[in-house]
C-alpha cells in the first residue's frame, strides 16, 4: 500500500517554486481523475439516512438460544462414532430386539453429546459475554448541534463519530475515515494491537480537504455534501481504497480525490497521544475489517483423527464378522433344536429371520467393543496437554511490552489448538526463517560505507577504521547541510541524512526530560539505524504526516514530505521525497542491493546502463479485467522522460564493484546491508508523476477478478520504479542481528534426529550462509553446493543471463551427482528465488524434490513471503513423505509459509504478532522449540496412545467375555451382564485411569530427551517407527485383551457351570450373579494393567486407582441392596437386588478377585515385558535400564542387541558449546557471558559425542 501525500494544486509550470506541503487547495480544485462507478459502496458525511448497510451489531458467538442444540448436535453427528451410536440407540428402541434395556445404550450417547454440549455451550457463552459488552461500548455520534452518548449498537454508516483521549473507552466501534484531528496537520497516532498484534504506535491522517472541519458548525454545514465512494468489505488490514468527491451547491460534484488506507482507522483501534479524532463511519458490524476476520479456523483433519477413524472402522469389520459367524451358528442352532419343547416358542421363526433378528440384537451387545466414552476423553486428555505447554515454566521468558500498557512480564508458550499435539513428535522437515526467528531481531548499527572518487571510505562502526568513527569524527554546524544538492557536500552527510529521514519511524518524547527521544516503528532496523543517528549527533525530534523535524548541534531543520513511497516485496526498497528548507526536491532511496523481483534491487536503479526508459514488460499485456486504463497510464508515465534541473551523472561501474565487494564482506561476517540512494528531482517531474500516480490509482478501482488486489500492487510498484531510477549512489550501511541463545545446540539436535531444516530468508546469499553456519546449519568444513543461476551464468545481473533453463537443469544435475556420491544427510544446499523458482517448475520439480529428501539442510536467501508458502507446500506434496511438515517464523512475512504447513510456530517477538496469531503454537525463543517437540509432542503421543489403546483393550475384554457365553447360550445373543453395570462401566468405572494416563503418564523422564546423544536417536526412532501407535502396539494390544478376557471368563466358567459358590444356606446362584462376579473380573483385571503400566506414578494417577476400585465396590453394595419395590416408576428393571450379599459370602469370588486383579496381569504383561527387554531390547528400553539402574554399566546378560555406553553422569541437558564448531568471525548470539566448561566437562562431553 502506498502511502502518498499530495500537494492539491494546479499543475505546475517550469520555473515555479517548490509545492508547500503545508498549502490547503480549495475545493473542487484537484487534477482530473478516472471516473468512479456510481454503483460502487458510499457512504455520505454525517447522513446515514441516505445509505442502508448492515448494523453494528457485533457478533462473534456461534450459536444462539433456538438453534445452539440442533447447530451443536448436527456438528456431533458428523463424527463416524457417534452416528454408529446413535443407530445403536435406534436400535435398542425396537422392540423386542434388545437384550439389554434400552437406557444401557442411551445413557452413554446421552453423556458423551452431553459432555460436547457443555464444552460448546460454555465457550459460546463467554463469547456472548464479550459481545454484550461489547456492544453496548458507549460512542459519541453527532446529533443535532451536539454529541450524543449513545451504545456502539446504534451507530450507522456516514454517522460522524468523535473519539477523545479523555473517554474512558477511546477505541474505535466501527472503520471510520478519519475527518479531522486536533492535530494541525491532520494526524492520529493508532494503536491496533487488537487487530493484527503490533504494539508499536501507527500514525494516520486526514486528507486536507476534510481537515478543514473543526467545529459542530462545520460539521453541520458539510452535512451530507461529502460523498464517499469505496471498495467493497474486504479482509485484508492494509489494503483499501476509495474516493471522494464534494456536492457542490447547484448538486453536481466536484473533482474527487482518492484516499487510501492510511486515512482510516479500524475497529478495535486505539488512539494515542492525540486529544480528539471525528471520523466518517464507512463499514459496520460483520463488514468491518474485524468482523470479517473473525471467522472460526475450521477443524483440520490430522494423525489423531485419522488414527482414531482407523481403529473405529477396524473395530467395526471385526464386529462384523464375529456378529456374522455368530447369527450363522444361531441360525444353525435353531435348526438342529427346532423339535427341543422347552425352547420351541423362541425357535419359530426361519433361519433367515433368526439370522436378522440375531444380527440386530449382537449389533447393540458388541458396540461395547467400541468404546464411546473415548472420544470425549481424548479431546479432554489433550486439552490438558496444551495447558501443560502453556504452564511449563522452562519455556517462559521476561519480556517487555507484553503486560498492560506496555509492561514486562513473563511469556510462555501459547497453544492455539490441541488437535495437533501428535503432529509435534513426527517432524521431519523444519521450514525457519531466520530475522526474529534464529536471531534476536534487534539490530545494531555496526558499520557504512560511502563511495568516493579513489575507492572507498569508510564510515560508523568503527569496526575496520576506529579512526574514522562519527562518534569522535562527525560534526555538522546545521541540520541543513546533510541534504542539499551542493557536489562539495561530504558523501557521508548524505548517508546520514538517508538514515534519520528515509524511514517510517515515529520519535517518542520523554515525559520527564524533553531532551530524551526514543523511537518506535514496525521495522526494527529503521530504529536501529535512526538510535545510531542519534548517537552520532543527528536526532530526529518530530515527524507527522507532513514533516520530519531533525535537530543537529543544538540547531532544527524541518524537512517536509511530499509523498512517502512504502516498502513492498516486489521492490525491495522504499522511498520518500522531501522538501529541503532550501526549497529543492530531492528523492531517497533505500532497499536490496539486488534481487530477482520487480527493480532487481538498488544496483539496478543506479546503474545508467539499465534500459528505464520502457515499461517493465510483464505490465504491457492486459491481464486482468479492468486494468487496460490503467496499463494504458503507466505506459504514459513511463514513457515520459523526466526532466532534470541537475541531472547527476551515474555512479560508474568500479563503484559498484567496489561496493559489491564491500557487501560480500559484510555478509561473511553475518551482517546485513542496505543499500541507499538519491536523486533530485525536478518539479515539473514530480507534479506530473504525482498527477499520473493518482490516475493509475484510481484506474485500479476498476480491476475485477480473482487477482485483483496483486494486480493493483504490481501496477502501482511499477508507477513508483518510474520514479526511483537514475539514483547517485548515497553509501551502504551494516547492521548486526544478533543468534539467540541455544540455536545452534538446537539446530544441531534435529539433524542429528534426521529432521532437515531448511532455512527461508529474504536476505543476501553470503549472509545467509554465514549465518548458516554459524548456526550448525551448514556444518563447518562440510559440503556446501551453491546454487546461484547469476554466478553460472557468469553475469551479476538475472537480466543478461543466457538460457536460464539449461543453467538450472545442469545446477540440479551436479547437485544430484554430489548426493549420490556422500553418505545421506551430507550435503547443505545454498540457493536463492531466481534458482528455486527453476527448481520448482514443471519440469524440474519432481527431480528437485526426490534429491531434498537426501539433503542434510538448505539455505534459500532472497525469498518473497509468497516463494516461501510454495516451498512449503511443495514439500508437504512430496511423495513418500512420511512425517510432518513445521514452519517457523515471527513477521507477518512468515505467515504464508505458516499457513501452509501441517504445523506452525509463531516466535514472540518484535515483529507485531501476525505470525503468533496465525501459528497453532507460540513460543518465545527457537530454542524453545527443541523442548516443545520433545517433551510435549513425545509425551503427547506416549499419552494419547496410552489412552486410546487402553480404552480398545478394556472394552474388548468385555465384549469377548459376552462372545464366550454366546457358546452356552445358543448363539442367542443373551446378554451376561446387567443393564446398569454395562451403561456406567465405561464412563464411571473404568474413565478415570485412561484419562489421567492421557494427561500425565511417561515413559521417561526429560533429561534423556534433552540429552544431544539420546535425544536425537529417541525422537528419530519414535518417528520413523511411528512408535506406541504402530501395528505392533495396536497388535500387542488386543493380543493382550483376548488373553485376559480367556483368563476371566474361563477361570469363573467352572463355577459357573456346577453352581457350586458353597453358600451355607443352600441357595442356587442365577445368571446375573455369575455375570456380575465375570464383570467384576473385567474391572480388576483392566485395573490391575493400568496399574502394571502406569512408569510415572503422581497422586492423581494413584487417586484414579483408588476411586476406580472403591467406587465400583461401593456401587454394587448399594446397587444389590435395594429392591424394585423401592423403585415403582423406575425406566428399567432389575435383578441385582442381593447378589452383592450373595457374592461377598463367597471364598472363591475372593480367590476369582484376587487372581484375576492380582496374578493374571502380572503373569502375562510383566513376563512378556521381562522376555522382549532381555532378547528383544530396544534404544528406548537402554535408556530406561540406565535412567532407573544407573549405577549399573552392564545390560543384563541376555541382551542379544548392541547398546550404546552411556555415562550416567551425562544424563543432562548440555549447555556447554564444546560440542558446537562455530567460525571465530561468525555472528555472536546473544548470550555473552556464557560459562564455558571445565576440562573435566569438557572430556566427559567429548566422551559422550564421540
Known amino acids: 500500500t502506498v502511502s502518498v501525500l499530495y500537494w492539491r494544486g494546479g499543475p505546475m509550470q517550469p520555473g515555479d517554486t517548490a509545492p508547500d506541503a503545508n498549502q490547503t487547495a480549495p475545493f473542487g480544485n484537484s487534477p482530473k481523475r478516472a471516473p468512479i462507478d456510481d454503483a460502487a459502496r458510499v457512504a455520505y458525511l454525517g447522513d446515514p439516512a441516505q445509505t442502508s448497510y448492515c448494523s453494528n451489531v457485533f457478533i462473534s458467538s456461534m450459536y444462539t438460544w433456538w438453534n445452539f442444540v440442533p447447530v451443536v448436535l448436527l456438528n456431533q453427528f458428523k463424527l463416524i462414532s457417534n452416528i454408529y451410536f446413535g443407530l445403536n440407540v435406534v436400535i435398542a428402541l425396537i422392540p423386542g430386539v434388545s437384550p439389554i434395556t434400552p437406557i444401557t445404550a442411551v445413557l452413554p450417547l446421552i453423556i458423551v453429546l452431553g459432555t460436547a454440549m457443555y464444552m460448546e455451550g460454555t465457550e459460546d457463552y463467554q463469547r456472548h459475554k464479550a459481545d454484550q459488552k461489547n456492544n453496548s461500548a458507549p460512542v459519541y455520534i453527532l446529533e443535532g448541534r451536539e454529541w450524543v452518548k449513545k451504545k456502539s449498537t446504534d451507530v450507522k454508516v456516514g454517522d460522524l463519530l468523535r473519539v477523545e483521549k479523555s473517554h474512558q473507552q ?81 448538486g453536481t460534484e466536484s473533482a474527487p480525490f482518492n484516499l487510501n488506507v492510511e486515512n482510516t482507522i479500524w475497529r478495535s483501534s486505539s488512539i494515542r497521544r492525540t486529544d480528539w479524532m471525528v471520523g466518517l463511519v464507512l463499514y459496520t458490524g460483520k463488514e468491518t475489517k474485524m468482523g470479517l476476520n473473525m471467522e472460526h479456523k475450521p477443524r483440520t483433519v490430522n494423525t489423531l483423527d485419522t488414527r482414531l477413524n482407523v481403529a473405529v472402522l477396524a473395530l467395526f469389520i471385526l464386529q462384523n464378522i464375529i456378529m456374522i459367524i455368530l447369527c450363522a451358528q444361531s441360525a444353525s442352532f435353531a435348526v438342529d433344536h427346532k423339535s427341543d419343547w422347552y425352547i420351541e416358542t423362541w425357535l419359530k421363526a426361519s433361519p433367515y429371520e433368526t439370522f436378522f433378528l440375531n444380527y440386530l440384537t449382537w449389533f447393540i451387545l458388541l458396540s461395547f467393543m467400541i468404546p464411546i466414552s473415548l472420544f470425549v476423553t481424548v479431546r479432554f486428555c489433550l486439552r490438558i496437554q496444551i495447558k501443560l505447554m502453556d504452564m511449563d515454566q522452562e519455556m517462559m521468558v521476561w519480556m517487555l511490552g507484553v503486560g498492560e500498557e506496555g509492561a514486562a512480564g513473563w511469556v510462555g508458550c501459547k497453544p492455539k489448538t490441541s488437535y495437533k499435539n501428535l503432529e509435534l513428535s513426527n517432524v521431519k522437515y523444519i521450514f525457519s526463517d ?14 557504512g560505507a560511502v563511495p568516493s572518487g579513489n575507492g572507498n571510505t569508510w564510515v560508523g562502526g568503527g569496526l575496520e577504521a576506529p579512526s574514522l568513527d562519527p562518534l569522535a569524527g562527525f560534526h555538522i554546524t546545521h541540520p541543513n547541510q546533510l541534504l542539499t544538492t551542493d557536489p562539495d557536500t561530504p558523501a557521508r552527510n548524505k548517508l546520514m541524512a538517508v538514515i534519520v529521514l528515509c524511514n517510517t519511524v515515529v520519535p517518542v518524547q520523554d515525559e520527564e526530560d524533553p531532551t530524551v527521544f526514543t523511537y518506535e516503528g514496525t521495522s526494527p532496523d529503521e530504529v536501529a539505524l535512526v538510535t545510531a543517528a542519534k548517537q552520532h549527533g543527528v536526532v530526529m525530534t518530530k515527524r507527522t504526516t507532513r514533516s520530519i523535524t531533525i535537530s543537529a548541534n543544538g540547531k532544527e531543520a524541518t524537512f517536509n514530505i511530499l509523498a512517502v513511497l512504502d516498502f513492498s516485496s516486489n521492490r525491495k526498497m522504499m522511498s520518500i521525497v522531501l522538501q529541503t528548507p532550501q526549497g529543492e526536491l530531492i528523492l531517497l532511496t533505500k532497499g536490496a542491493d539486488s534481487h530477482e523481483g520487480l527493480g532487481r534491487g538498488m544496483f539496478e536503479r543506479i546503474d545508467a546502463c539499465t534500459n528505464d526508459d520502457a515499461i517493465p514488460a510483464e505490465f504491457t499485456a492486459t491481464e486482468e479485467a479492468g486494468d487496460a486504463e490503467a496499463v494504458r497510464l503507466l505506459k504514459e508515465l513511463w514513457t515520459k522522460a523526466p526532466i532534470g534541473v541537475d541531472t547527476p551523472s551515474p555512479i560508474h561501474q568500479q563503484h559498484v564493484e567496489l561496493c559489491t565487494t564491500t557487501l560480500q564482506g559484510y555478509g561473511r561476517k553475518g551482517w546485513r546491508t542496505l543499500v541507499f540512494g538519491w536523486r533530485q528531482v525536478d518539479c515539473t517531474w514530480f507534479n506530473t508523476w504525482k498527477a499520473s500516480f493518482e490516475s493509475i490509482r484510481t484506474a485500479t478501482m476498476a480491476l475485477k477478478g480473482p487477482h485483483r488486489d496483486h494486480r493493483k500492487e504490481e501496477l502501482e510498484d511499477a508507477a513508483k520504479l518510474s520514479m526511483e531510477r537514475e539514483l547517485t549512489m548515497g553509501g551502504l550501511v551494516a547492521y548486526e542481528d544478533m543468534l539467540q541463545d541455544e540455536v545452534p545446540e538446537t539446530i544441531k539436535f534435529f539433524l542429528d534426529a534426521d529432521v532437515a531444516v531448511w532455512m527461508l530468508t529474504g536476505d543476501k546469499l553470503e549472509t545467509a550462509i554465514e549465518i548458516a553456519k554459524s548456526c550448525n546449519l551448514a556444518k563447518a568444513g562440510g559440503l556446501l553446493f551453491e546454487a546461484h543461476l547469476a554466478k553460472a551464468a557468469g553475469s551479476p545481473s538475472l537480466a ?29 544446499l545454498a540457493t536463492d528465488e531466481t534458482t528455486l523458482s527453476y527448481f520448482l517448475n514443471d519440469k524440474n520439480q519432481d527431480s528437485f524434490l526426490e534429491v531434498s529428501k537426501k539433503l542434510r539442510s538448505a539455505v534459500c536467501a532472497r525469498l518473497t513471503p509468497k516463494m516461501k508458502g510454495t516451498i512449503v507446500k511443495a514439500c508437504m506434496n512430496m511423495q513418500e513423505m512420511n512425517g510432518t511438515v513445521l514452519a517457523i517464523g515471527d513477521g507477518g512475512n512468515d505467515v504464508t509459509m505458516i499457513n501452509e504447513a501441517h504445523v506452525g510456530i509463531g516466535i514472540i517477538g518484535i515483529e507485531g504478532r501476525a505470525a503468533e496469531l496465525a501459528s497453532d503454537y507460540a513460543i518465545p525463543r527457537f530454542r524453545h522449540l527443541k523442548r516443545l517437540l520433545t517433551i510435549h509432542g513425545k509425551f503427547s503421543r506416549y499419552r494419547t496412545a496410552m489412552c486410546v489403546g487402553y480404552s480398545f483393550y478394556k472394552n474388548l475384554v468385555l465384549s469377548l467375555c459376552q462372545v464366550y457365553f454366546a457358546i452356552f447360550s445358543g448363539y442367542s445373543a443373551m446378554t451376561l451382564f446387567d443393564s446398569w453395570l454395562l451403561a456406567v462401566i465405561n464412563t464411571v468405572f473404568t474413565g478415570a485411569p485412561p484419562f489421567f494416563m492421557g494427561c500425565f503418564e511417561k515413559d521417561l523422564h526429560e533429561e534423556p530427551l534433552l540429552h544431544p546423544v539420546t535425544g536425537p536417536v529417541l525422537y528419530k526412532q519414535q518417528r520413523d517407527e511411528n512408535l506406541y501407535m504402530n501395528a505392533k502396539s495396536a497388535a500387542m494390544w488386543v493380543g493382550t485383551a483376548v488373553l485376559h478376557s480367556v483368563f476371566v471368563f ?16 443352600g ?41 476406580s476400585y472403591s467406587f465400583y465396590f461401593c456401587f454394587i453394595a448399594v446397587y444389590g441392596s435395594i429392591a424394585m419395590f423401592c423403585f415403582p416408576f423406575s425406566v428399567c428393571e432389575t435383578q441385582f437386588y442381593g447378589i452383592t450379599a450373595y457374592l461377598f459370602g463367597s471364598s472363591k469370588f475372593y480367590l476369582y478377585c484376587f487372581f484375576i486383579g492380582l496374578a493374571v496381569p502380572y503373569i502375562t504383561d510383566v513376563a512378556g515385558l521381562y522376555v522382549q527387554r532381555q532378547w528383544y531390547p530396544t534404544y528406548l528400553d537402554v535408556v530406561q535400564w540406565n535412567e532407573f539402574y544407573p549405577g549399573h554399566e552392564e545390560w543384563p546378560i541376555c541382551c542379544c542387541a548392541p547398546t550404546p555406553e552411556l555415562d550416567p553422569d551425562c544424563m543432562k541437558e548440555v549447555t556447554s558449546q564444546s560440542d558446537v564448531v562455530q567460525d571465530p568471525g561468525a555472528p555472536r548470539t546473544a548470550n555473552e557471558d556464557r560459562q564455558q566448561p571445565d576440562a573435566d566437562e569438557q572430556e566427559i562431553t567429548r566422551e559422550v559425542v564421540v
Open 800 to 828: 543478461r543471463r543466457e538460457e536460464p533453463e539449461v543453467a538450472a537443469k545442469n545446477l540440479l544435475q551436479e547437485l544430484k551427482d554430489l548426493v549420490a556420491a556422500n553418505p545421506p544427510n551430507e550435503v547443505t
Open 170 to 250: 477511546h477505541s474505535l466501534k466501527a472503520d471510520v475515515l478519519i475527518i479531522s484531528s486536533s492535530d494541525d496537520d491532520g494526524q492520529v497516532y493508532v494503536e491496533t494491537s487488537q487487530l493484527d498484534g503490533e504494539t508499536s504506535v501507527k500514525f494516520k491522517k486526514a486528507v486536507r480537504e476534510t481537515q478543514i472541519l473543526q467545529t459542530i458548525d462545520d460539521f453541520i454545514d458539510k452535512k451530507g455534501k461529502l460523498k464517499v465512494v469505496m471498495d467493497d468489505p474486504v479482509k485484508d488490514l492494509y489494503k483499501w481504497q476509495g474516493s471522494a468527491r464534494w456536492i457542490l451547491p447547484d
Open 434 to 447: 531466520k530475522t526474529g526467528t534464529l536471531t534476536e531481531n534487534k539490530m545494531t548499527y555496526v558499520g
Open 1067 to 1107: 441357595r442356587t446362584s442365577d445368571l446375573a450373579t455369575h455375570g456380575a462376579a465375570i464383570i467384576t473380573g473385567v474391572i480388576l483385571v483392566t485395573i490391575a494393567k493400568a496399574v502394571a503400566h502406569i512408569r510415572h506414578h503422581t497422586c492423581l494417577q494413584f487417586g484414579s486407582i483408588v476411586f
Open 1050 to 1065: 474361563w477361570f469363573w466358567y467352572p463355577t459357573m457351570q456346577q453352581d457350586d459358590l458353597d453358600q451355607d444356606d
